[in-house]
């Protein structure tokens, strides 16, 4: 009898060409797929996520599901797992669920973190989790400004990478804070789905508000104007985080 598993996994995505399979590519999905098929005794067994995140993107709070026919305890499945997988990748919690959920149709919400590094010097130690500013700090209060026309519901064309094939690109973003840790700078955005590079798009446009090269009213022209080529860079990849996926159930 077929069990369906939901697992909240976290992984390290410096050494990863993103989440999804890609031929001839270390991938996340490929590694745990590779796990599952050896604990089944060579039984493919597929996961899907709530959604993919692009090479060294990292995951805090990224969701999966998978059909088991193993009955392994639930404890012990997350140990199973954590033991063979390796250890950029780690199972924090597994827990059975409906037959009807879904990793990815089901998802209520999502929140991610963008983290810049504004020390003059940046820890190497941090060189591929935040973005470094070489000491420059932004205007907060600007971003926050600037921010406000993001929240709500858009159709963020502008924020959305020109290469992808999803048609309608309406979002709700509910919310959308700064918060400084130390000399690091945090964006912490929610909403209930984000476009291909919405998130680093966004990050990157705020950021050139901060630095006084664009003015926070900008926004409101550049969302209307549904023009990827209006917005700001992408930002980089090592300082985006998946933190959480919300579901309703």
């Given at each position: 009898m077929k069990r369906r598993m939901k697992a909240t996994i976290a992984y390290d995505g410096t050494n990863f060409s993103g989440y999804q399979v890609q031929p001839e590519q270390r991938?996340?999905?490929e590694e745990i797929e590779k796990v599952l098929t050896k604990m089944h005794k060579g039984e493919i067994?597929?996961?899907?996520?709530s959604g993919r995140t692009d090479a060294r993107v990292h995951a805090?709070?990224?969701?999966?599901h998978f059909d088991t026919t193993l009955s392994i305890p639930l404890d012990r499945y997350v140990r199973a797992l954590n033991v063979q997988l390796p250890r950029d990748i780690r199972v924090m919690k597994i827990?059975?669920?409906a037959e009807g959920f879904h990793a990815r149709y089901s998802v209520h919400g999502k929140r991610y973190r963008y983290i810049w590094s504004c020390e003059a010097i940046q820890s190497p130690f941090r060189r591929f989790y935040a973005t470094p500013t070489n000491g420059v700090k932004?205007?907060?209060?600007?971003?926050?400004?600037?921010?406000?026309?993001?929240l709500g519901t858009h159709d963020f064309s502008c924020f959305c990478a020109a290469n992808t094939s999803v048609k309608d690109k309406v979002?709700?973003?509910?919310?959308?804070?700064f918060e400084w840790h130390g000399?690091?700078?945090?964006m912490v955005i929610e909403g209930n789905g984000f476009l291909y590079n919405m998130v680093r798009i966004i990050a990157g446009t705020l950021w050139e508000v901060g630095i006084a090269k664009r003015k926070p009213n900008e926004l409101a022209e550049i969302i209307a104007s549904m023009d990827r080529g209006k917005a700001g860079k992408t930002a980089p990849a090592q300082g985006?985080?998946?933190e959480n996926v919300h579901y309703n159930t």
């Open positions: 991938t996340v999905q067994v597929h996961v899907t996520a805090t709070g990224q969701v999966i827990e059975e669920v932004p205007d907060v209060e600007a971003m926050e400004e600037a921010a406000q026309y993001i979002r709700t973003v509910s919310s959308l804070a000399e690091e700078l945090h985006l985080y998946l």
